[in-house]
Structures are given as structure tokens and as C-alpha cells.
Nanobody, 126 residues
């Protein structure tokens, strides 16, 4: 069992930055790949970024590549999403999710979330 809690969201101006955290409870956290998703009002949930269990492989959606960085600290049971150069279109509720089935390289086409967090709101003003 893994419980995920996101934090770090808020209101920021365009061009600003935020760091989201996904804190996990459960002894098996280090076995899971962790992904970040986001959902804007009236839109589907999009896959934003992911990192393998050991941090050796990462994935980024084209829309955030070069602006977002995902990292993890298994000693602290936490995954981070550092977001730079934020745009109004980045406004959404951001969720983290855990997938036990990923291998040594993130494969977004095979992602299957075993656990979800409750989400944190990110609002980017223009």
C-alpha cells in the first residue's frame, strides 16, 4: 500500500516557477515509478512526466520538455516536479501517481497507475 500526498501548488505569474512535491508513505515506495499528471477544467488528464524507481530514466511530455524537471529522493520517499517558465496553459490540478509495473526505462504507453494522490492546484496568471 502506498499513500501519495501532493504539495507545492499555488498561484504564480507567467514566467515564474514552482516546485511540486509528492510525498509517499509505505515501505515499498522505492519499488514504484512515479508520474505526474495534470487536468485542466473541462479537459482530459494528461501525462506530464515520470521517473523510474531508481531515477535512472525519465519521461516528459513535449509540452513541458525543457521547462519541467522530475527527480526523486527515495530516502525521503518524495518525488519532485520543478517547473520553470510557467505558462497560463500549465494551469491545472496536478496529480502524482505510482506504477509498480514500469521497468528500467519509462514507457508512457504502458503506464498503469496503482495509486493516486489527491492533487494540488497550479494556477499561472498572464
Amino acid at each position: 500500500q502506498v499513500r501519495l500526498v501532493e504539495s507545492g501548488g499555488g498561484l504564480v505569474q507567467a514566467g515564474g516557477s514552482l516546485r511540486l512535491s509528492c510525498a509517499a508513505s509505505g515501505r515499498t515506495f522505492s519499488n514504484y515509478a512515479i508520474g505526474w499528471f495534470r487536468q485542466a477544467p473541462g479537459k482530459e488528464r494528461d501525462f506530464v512526466a515520470a521517473i523510474t524507481w531508481n531515477g535512472g530514466s525519465t519521461y516528459y511530455a513535449d509540452s513541458v520538455k525543457g521547462r519541467f524537471t522530475i527527480s526523486r529522493d527515495n530516502g525521503k520517499n518524495t518525488v519532485y516536479l520543478l517547473m520553470y517558465s510557467l505558462k497560463p496553459e500549465d494551469t491545472a490540478v496536478y496529480y502524482c501517481a505510482a506504477d509498480l509495473g514500469q521497468g528500467v526505462v519509462v514507457d508512457p504507453t504502458l503506464w498503469s497507475s496503482d495509486y493516486w494522490g489527491q492533487g494540488t492546484q497550479v494556477t499561472v496568471s498572464s
